[in-house]
């Protein structure tokens, strides 16, 4: 059986992949979420850590890290404090891990965030040395086979671009100059490079798309798939109408706050009128709520797949959710 549990990190991404069949059991991590996540009226949100916590999970075989905003990595370094991690994925790792830059004077506010990041994510990557974690850097599509039938394709979206940016990155590290103009890039880029997974499993094809504008991808051959975790968190630069024509997914999960953010259009009606203009069926990992959709709350939505194919939905008691969820169609 696999269970993927879409995790209440509030705004941010953080999804739980468990596949058990017999003897076998393998645990993958997707992001991580913020490193801290507050309490809301009417929301279960919570940390990862925590999460895995109430799980009693203290050991996960790979995390995967799909790009270095602080919603996708941040919660990295508290867990590693608790979590053992056998091995890490991600798009770029630190030539000098433990290292940190020196912000230029003057950089603006986009730059002055990738410094910050990317010193918290040397940090991470020192720690998980240490704990003598195996650590993989995504250069080009490959895949993890852990048993069982389940595949996991880790997608780059442009290998060449993320090589442009991994040089950047090296560059800053090393303490050599760097073209403010490549370094504004190399921030942006952050979103649209994110990696993809593609699990196939029982038949089923699921899709965790980071923060990969929907633009990025809708030209790829691709099929029509059981489960989507929508792209950055269902803002309007998440779907486009040939993307969500082509992979029709019968579940959507969009990971977000309760809080509808008007500044960002996130969750946006235009994203979920896309879908459901498919007959997806769509989940919120938090307590959003705004006609016809109803607050789901809840620690994580979580799904099962069993060995024949058979999907099973969130529901409040399976999830460790309260009875006042209202599920729709």
């Known amino acids: 059986m696999l ?15 468990e596949l058990t069949e017999g003897p076998l059991s393998f645990r993958m991590l997707v992001d991580t979420g913020h490193r801290h996540v507050a309490p809301a009226a009417g929301s279960r949100r919570l940390t990862a850590l925590a999460y895995l916590h109430q799980l009693g999970i203290h050991r996960l075989d790979a995390v995967v890290i799909t ?8 919660g990295l370094l508290p867990l590693l404090e608790q979590i053992r991690v056998d091995a890490l994925y991600t798009g770029y790792l630190p030539v000098h891990p433990g290292s940190q830059i020196i912000c230029p004077s003057g950089a603006d506010k986009t730059v002055r965030g990738l410094i910050g990041c990317l010193n918290d994510w040397s940090r ?17 599509n490959c895949t993890l086979a852990p048993g069982s039938g389940l595949r996991a394709e880790l997608i780059l979206p442009n290998p060449p671009l993320s090589s ?13 100059p760097v073209d403010a103009q490549a370094l504004y890039w ?13 699990l196939a499993y029982a038949g089923r094809r699921i899709h965790l ?16 798939c059981d489960i989507l975790k929508v ?3 269902g803002d309007g630069k998440a779907m486009t109408g040939l993307l969500a024509q082509k992979l029709r997914p019968v579940h959507a999960v969009i990971s977000c706050a309760a809080e509808y953010d008007s500044r960002k259009d996130r969750p946006s009606l235009r994203t979920m009128e896309l879908l459901a203009a498919q007959g997806t069926r769509i989940w919120f990992t938090d ?29 409040a008691e399976k999830s460790g959710g309260n009875h006042d969820y209202n599920g729709f169609i």
Not at 3 to 17: E, M, N, P
Not at 134 to 139: C, F, G
Not at 209 to 224: I, K, R, T
């Open 231 to 233: 792209p950055h968190h």
């Open 124 to 140: 991470a990557a020192a720690s998980l040395l240490a704990a003598g974690s195996r650590l993989h850097t995504i250069t080009e």
């Open 186 to 198: 190399s921030s942006k880029s952050r979103n649209p490079g994110s990696v993809r997974i593609a």
């Open 164 to 176: 442009l940016q991994r040089r950047c990155w090296d560059a800053l590290q090393e303490g050599r």
């Open 287 to 315: 307590g959003f709520s705004s006609q016809p959709y109803t607050a789901q709350r809840w620690p994580a939505a979580v799904f099962t797949i069993e060995s024949d194919g058979t999907i099973g939905t969130p529901c």
């Open 209 to 224: 798309s980071g923060d990969c504008y929907g633009a990025v991808w809708d030209q790829e051959a691709l099929l029509p």
């Open 67 to 74: 790009h270095l905003h602080q919603d996708h990595f941040g």
């Open 3 to 17: 269970k993927l549990h879409f995790i209440d990190v509030a705004d941010g991404d953080s999804i739980l992949i």
